[in-house]
Nanobody, 116 residues
Framework: VRLIESGGGLVQPGGSLRLSCAAS????????MGWYREAPGKERELVAE???????KYADSVSGRFVISGDIFKNTMNLQMDSLEPEDTALYYC???????????WGKGTLVTVSS
């Protein structure tokens, strides 16, 4: 399973970015897909997650500003990030958990920098 992210970049505070993730190499059965981020000197944290037939989950720090969407059955996912803050600067990783195996799959990450 290869997860490929796109959409990172440099944006000013208050701006928006949209991240995308897609699995390549086939169609896979995932129990969840999510976005994590890792800022310099900090641990990797969950940003948002989607599961079939369940409400999306968000970190408190992004709730109301970020929206996760996608089709887990088609192995695609997006993250719309609005009202970005310097504290959102991080390497953002796409994650998927295999339904049968429970294995975690990770993308290589895409850098989001919020700075004036």
């Amino acid at each position: 399973v290869r997860l490929i992210e796109s959409g990172g970049g440099l944006v000013q505070p208050g701006g928006s970015l949209r991240l995308s993730c897609a699995a390549s190499g086939g169609v896979f059965s995932f129990e969840s897909m999510g976005w994590y981020r890792e800022a310099p000197g900090k641990e990797r944290e969950l940003v948002a997650e989607i599961r079939p037939w369940s409400r999306s989950k968000y970190a408190d720090s992004v709730s109301g500003r970020f929206v996760i969407s996608g089709d887990i059955f088609k192995n695609t996912m997006n993250l719309q990030m609005d009202s970005l803050e310097p504290e959102d600067t991080a390497l953002y990783y796409c994650n998927a958990v295999g339904s049968a195996s429970g294995l975690n799959y990770w993308g290589k990450g895409t850098l989001v920098t919020v700075s004036s």
